[in-house]
Each structure stands twice: as structure tokens, then as C-alpha cells.
């Protein structure tokens, strides 16, 4: 109920001011077999995500999990995006993973985090092809920066956090020795003993970083699927007439 609530109240500022008989009027005049490809190739989003996620996610022996389970998970995690904020969904989309196979709850949100990296770096990637292009408008900011300051931060947190992955799931045992030393200095010993075995489940989610192949599919998804998500925009875009630059 509080994430419904929030929804509501979001678009209704969201649509404060707007006037719904125009938007009503251009929801009339659109084109209704491109609008209806956009939702498709919107909706097809999803099993992509969850094609992605059965490279990323294992058990621990390193076999696949089976689609189904994935599935659920992955769309109960998004339903919860839709209601609650700040991604909350992630953390319900990990617990539906934990319920429903033999994974952990940290390590299934590792997995995602993995994701939510690839995603990264992959958007930073297409964005930087479009401002390598020609009609891409060389001023253009947002929220008063340019957009090539925001492509370049953007490029550095993501890397960055990757390459911290990268370095903790090649040396996991050094890496968290070291975290429990540095948290039994913090904390007390059963809190840091708890938090220590929390971040044994993490690291047990980077592990497709270690393997050369699963790592190249799941670059090759993400592209995959952010270039299927574009082509939904587009075709919404064509549905209302608006003008895109090509």
C-alpha cells in the first residue's frame, strides 16, 4: 500500500499542470500498431534480463539454475521497481531468488549489482558512440552539465567498480580476511562475524567475473538488450510523431 500510495502521488506531481485532454488527444492520434511494437519490444526486455541473469547467477557448484524460478524472480523484482522507490524491487527480486532456489540472499543481490554494472557501462558505451556522431549537438547539458562530463563520470564510477570487483573475486580469501579484520576492529565480534559471512554470499555473486566466457556473454546480452530497450523507445517515439535527430 505505501508503494501504491507513492505512485500516486509521484504522477500526480508528475502531472501537475499537464493537460489530459491534449495528451489524451495525442494518445488518439497515435499510431496504434507502432505504439503496440513498442510495448513488445519493451516487454521483451524482461526474458533478455532473465537470459542474462542465468550467466551471472549459479549455484554453488557452478551449474544453472533453471529458467522458471529466474523468471518469477526477475519479474516480481521489476513489478516492485514500478511501486516502490529507489529500486527497492532489486532487493525483492533477490528475496523471490532466494525463496525459490537453493542461492543466497547476498548472493543473488551480488549478482544483480553485477548487472547493474554491466548496464552501466554498456549505456556509458552507446552514450559515447553518440557523441562521437556527427548531429549529436556538441553543447548539449543537462541540469546545466554537458553530457560528455556526465558520459566521463559516469565512466569512471562504473569502471571503477568493476575494477574493485574484479580484484576482489581473484583474491577472495585475502579480501575477506581483510574485511573481517578491519570489522572485528569496528565492531563486535558476533556483529562483525555476521557481516563477514553477508560478504562471503557477495563475493560468491561476482563469480562470473572469473570465467572469461560467461563474461563475454553477458557483455554481449547487455548490448543485446540496452540496443532492444533503445528500439522501444524509437518505435514509441515514431507512435507519437515526435522528431528524433538521426
Avoid at 118 to 131: A, K, Q, R
Avoid at 133 to 150: E, K, N, W, Y
Wanted: with cysteine; proline share 5%.
Amino acid at each position: 500500500m505505501v508503494g501504491l500510495a507513492v505512485t500516486v502521488a509521484l504522477l500526480a506531481w508528475t502531472l501537475h499542470g499537464v493537460d489530459l485532454r491534449a495528451v489524451a488527444g495525442h494518445i488518439r492520434r497515435a499510431d496504434l500498431p507502432v505504439l503496440l511494437a513498442a510495448v513488445v519490444t519493451a516487454t521483451l526486455t524482461f526474458p533478455l534480463r532473465t537470459v542474462r541473469w542465468r550467466l551471472i547467477l549459479r549455484d554453488v557448484d557452478g551449474h544453472r539454475f533453471a529458467w522458471l524460478p529466474l523468471w518469477h524472480a526477475t519479474a516480481v523484482g521489476f513489478m516492485a521497481n514500478n511501486l516502490l522507490p529507489v529500486r527497492a524491487g532489486e532487493f525483492a527480486r533477490a528475496y523471490v531468488a532466494n525463496r525459490q532456489l537453493p542461492v543466497r540472499f547476498a548472493t543473488a543481490l551480488a549478482s544483480i549489482g553485477v548487472e547493474r554494472v554491466f548496464d552501466g557501462l554498456v549505456m556509458v558505451g552507446l552514450l559515447i558512440l553518440s557523441l562521437a556522431a556527427p548531429s549529436f549537438p556538441r553543447h548539449a547539458t543537462v541540469g546545466g552539465v554537458s553530457v560528455s562530463s556526465l558520459a566521463t563520470g559516469a565512466a569512471l564510477l562504473f569502471g571503477a567498480a568493476l575494477v574493485v570487483s574484479l580484484l576482489v573475486v581473484h583474491r577472495p580469501a585475502a579480501s575477506l580476511a581483510l574485511l573481517s579484520r578491519v570489522l572485528h576492529r569496528l565492531l563486535p565480534a558476533r556483529l562483525a562475524d555476521r557481516v563477514t559471512h553477508i560478504a562471503e554470499g557477495l563475493v560468491a555473486g561476482l563469480a562470473v567475473l572469473k570465467h572469461p566466457g560467461r563474461f563475454a556473454g553477458v557483455v554481449g546480452w547487455s548490448f543485446v538488450l540496452w540496443l532492444v530497450n533503445a528500439a522501444a523507445f524509437a518505435l514509441c517515439f515514431r507512435a507519437f510523431a515526435l522528431p528524433v535527430a538521426p
